[in-house]
């Protein structure tokens, strides 16, 4: 449903690393490089970094939140530890998850500019 999604970096160098480290654990590669936006991606920039060094840091109740798929639950494990280690924050350990449907596994993460975004796998199991 949705094609690509686009966030304001106010380090545009340093949200690239941080996201480059993140985003492999979830098969998202970094595919295009220009001066002011970086663009990650399976096949194309699906996820987008844009610079906009004088914007304010997210706000904690802003309620937006993105949701990346994983390809396993270890998957999820290293990009929460990923983004701990690149000076993200914990808002939400990897584990199970009751969601409406079904169960899954998930971690919550803030990213350098307070993003929340969060990984996401699905068993066939209920966990």
Partial sequence: MIDHVSI???DLHASAAFYEAVLA????????????????GR???EFWLNSRPDAP??????GTHICL????ADAV?????AALAGGGQCDGPPGPRKAEVTTYIGAFIRDLDGHKIEAVFFPKKAV
């Fill in 57 to 62: 840091p997210e706000p904690q109740n802003t």
């Fill in 25 to 40: 654990p979830l098969g998202l590669n970094r595919f295009v490089d220009r001066e002011a936006t970086v663009g990650f």
């Fill in 43 to 45: 096949k194309y920039p």
């Fill in 69 to 72: 798929r994983a390809p396993n």
């Fill in 77 to 81: 494990t290293a990009f929460h530890a």
């Fill in 8 to 10: 304001q970096a106010r």
